[in-house]
């Protein structure tokens, strides 16, 4: 199954039951808007498809991006504390 198969209202969904995923979208949405949260999405789905990833399940696809979501956020950290 190709990160396309999933839309952001499947990962939203599952972001219901999952913390790790729930708490890295909030943020994001929070933090930067729902643009943002969808910029971040569309890139995880385009990258993950361009390198041809292959999952086995929509919750599998949404916690690969709550893994993306987690380092993008640690890459942003030293711009939120300054």
């Known amino acids: 199954m190709k990160a396309s198969e999933c839309v952001l209202d499947d990962a939203q969904h599952i972001a219901g039951y999952t913390k790790d995923l729930a708490e890295s979208m909030s943020f994001i949405q929070v933090e930067y808007g729902h643009a943002e949260l969808t910029a971040c999405w569309d ?12 999952f086995t399940t929509k919750y599998k696809i949404c916690m690969a991006f709550a893994e993306a979501l987690s ?4 890459y942003l950290e030293p711009t939120l504390t300054s």
Do not use: H, K, L, R
């Open 71 to 74: 380092e993008y956020i640690e």
């Open 43 to 54: 890139g995880f789905v385009d990258t993950s498809d361009a390198y041809e990833q292959n």
